[in-house]
């Protein structure tokens, strides 16, 4: 676990969060300060700090995080509608949270995709 880290702690489930899906490797919440109708963060319960610590074995974890956020798109009802998946990685990348996630952004027109 990460120390201090708000995602490891919610993971832990020392601080509340609503967490609308988890497995063995990922946990699902939705975005404390929602960019959309729909936004959600898909996270592995490891602490990854960025998408720096990606090398090629941890390939498969990030195929199923990817995997995890079609399906909640599905669940959501995004999927006919579409959606964005995306990270941000660093301080010019916008990452403010040390634990690495996907946000899955959707439900209103998504524009600005290059910021
Ligand atoms: P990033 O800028 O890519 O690191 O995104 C961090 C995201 O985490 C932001 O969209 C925040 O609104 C969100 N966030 C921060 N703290 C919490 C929390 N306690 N519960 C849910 N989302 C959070
Ligand atoms: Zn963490």
């Known amino acids: 676990m990460g120390e201090e880290c708000v995602f490891c702690?919610?993971?832990?489930?020392?601080i509340p969060s609503d967490i609308v899906y988890q497995d063995d490797k990922a946990v699902v919440i939705r975005d404390i300060n929602p960019q959309a109708p729909i936004h959600?963060?898909?996270m592995p319960r490891e602490h990854i700090?960025?998408?720096a610590q990606i090398g090629?074995?941890?390939k498969d974890l990030i195929g199923h995080?990817?995997?995890v956020a079609n399906e909640m798109a599905s669940r959501e009802g995004l999927v006919q509608r579409g959606y964005r998946?995306?990270?941000n990685y660093g301080r010019e990348g916008g990452q403010l949270v040390p634990h690495i996630h996907f946000?899955?952004?959707g439900g209103r027109q998504l524009s600005g995709a290059l910021g």
Not at 9 to 14: D, S
């Open 56 to 58: 090629s074995d941890r």
């Open 9 to 14: 702690e919610i993971i832990a489930g020392k």
């Open 85 to 87: 998946v995306s990270v």
């Open 40 to 42: 959600l963060l898909v």
């Open 103 to 105: 946000h899955l952004l």
């Open 65 to 67: 995080l990817i995997y």
């Open 49 to 51: 700090p960025s998408l």
